[in-house]
């Protein structure tokens, strides 16, 4: 049946794009604009002056450092949700124990814990553990927090691989250990691209942790970086929001090419 | 609940039959996993988490200044807290900022996400930009704030006449005007997915049904779009409430807290005495309110999405 098109909501849905255009076309056109431009002209008005200064005024302000930092927590926390999430989710699966089930109820309540009510104690452990001020001391914290959404993810994921093909397997004598390398990681690709996608948006856009647990330059990630150069030059607009944008290009590229999965990941949140 | 967005199917019934669990006996835990491959991650987890939410509950009881060593004081912080104008101030800053956020962010959101489940001409392109926000840290977004709102040099400094002086971080009421508006646009495109898989998950038949019986676009939105979307409504508003409890990047960017102490939510007092008073133990009190607070509204989570049943995404579609 043809419907004719719904003006009202298209209507709605034009006004949010301009709430959320808008903003974003001032933050590109800022960028590449002139600090007296754009002090001179105001925000909205069109560049009349072209120049890169505002990017590489970032990379003289540290950000090539602080970027390297970034890419080495992500790639650390998506290795440690990697390791630890596929055989959880397997074992939240499939296995009939009591145990899981408890562990399950663990991961769903970890859920709900938020990094600032663990921030004092995770101060005091990382120190303890002489990891305060070092990247490591980043990561694990960083990991621990993604576990419990991308074992839901994952999990709903590979609760959609047909009963009868482990049935077939286990009729052939597979262990578990064949069954997950054979059957369920080939066959929890997407999840698995979804727990990636879902973890490395964490883990860049991670503020609190790098916040509380490192000090120096040389520790200092990306958000990090923006919130000091904030601070410290909130004056120069312009080149303040090319950082904004420099720290915005990976996740964009990642967005392009893994908006599928991202956005299959996200939506799952919301459950039934 | 990755399959959202293809299982607009309804659910094949044999095949939710099959879910159903047998009895555990012999044969049917032959080639199961048991629960050791649960360990690692639980292990991790629980050191990294649950370690110190225990941690948090003892550190409340102590007095803390990050140097000497934490010494027991009983319920002190405790009682300074219930006695401190500025926590009492922020809590009710807390509520008023999360019921801000439900308040704006549920009806824009469902709006959206209702129409961005429909088969408009443009909708691949504009989603692509709409979903922006979703995309960028609290942090890169409270900064492109901060910068677009600046008083001398933002977009308020441009249109007086919407603005007036200017200065929104100066007033408590346009301070958390803002709060809530840069909120809502960080995470309504969230709240809009939510609703767009679920509004692609409500069985067109009832639409034709409502068609034959010639009830209008707005009466079949207020009588089947809205109540089937129900749960989702639940699930959506529930992560409102937890994230707008836990508001924290944006109050430490945008405002600082103030003027004065005027958006000091909880999350930022804690942040503020912990960290920059090095009051750890009142911190750790102040945290231990939200964890209770934020566990409290996840069980119900937990219980009205049925989580905690460990049921296909593809069951129960309905």
Redesign the interface.
Known sequence: MRRRPNYLAGAGSFVWLLLVGLPLYVLLAATLRTRQDYAENGPVSLPDSFTLDNFTGAFDSGFGRYFLNTLVVTACVIGIVLLLVPPLAYAIVRSRGRATSVIFRLFLLGLAIPAQAVIVPMFYLISEAGLYDNLLGVILPTAAFCLPMSALILSGAMRDISPELYEAMAMDGASPRRMFFQLVVPLSRGGLSTIVVFSALQAWNGFLFPLVLTQSDSTKVVTLGLYNFQTAHGIDIPGLLGAVVLSMVPILLVYLFARRALVQGLMGVGGK | ?????TSARPAAGPRKE??R?PP?SSA???????????????L??????????I??AV?SFMSWD?ISPPEFVGTDNWSRLVDDPVMLKSIWLTLLLTVLGVVLQTP?SI??G???A?H?RNRAV?S?????????????VS??????L?PN???P??ATWLFGDGNLFGEQATAIGVLAFVST?QF???HT??????ARAIPPVLY?AA?IDGAG?YRQFFHITLPQLR??MI??MI?MI?GG??T??TV??LTQGGPGTDTTIS?YY??DK??KSFD?GT??AI??A??VA??I???I??RV????K?R???E???
């Not at chain 2, 609940?1 to 967005?5: E, N, S």
């Not at chain 2, 692509?128 to 890169?140: D, G, H, K, N, R």
Request: no cysteine.
């Open positions: 609940m990755t399959t959202q967005i099959s879910r669990r555990a049917t835990t032959v080639g199961r996993p048991g629960f050791a491959w649960a360990l690692p991650a639980a991790f987890f629980a050191l990294f988490a649950i370690v110190p939410l941690m948090v550190l990050g824009l709006l959206l209702v129409w961005a429909g408009q504009l692509v930009i709409y979903f922006i926000p979703l995309l960028l840290s609290a942090t890169a900064v492109l704030w901060r910068a677009l600046d040099f933002g977009i400094a441009d646009w309504t495109p969230f997915l939510i609703y767009q898989g679920a034709q068609e676009r749960t989702s699930t959506s992560l937890v409890l836990t924290f990047e430490l960017i999350a804690m942040y912990a960290f750890y911190g750790s945290a231990l939200l964890v934020s566990t509204i996840s069980l989570v937990v999405s049925g989580y905690d460990m296909s995404s593809a129960g579609v309905s």
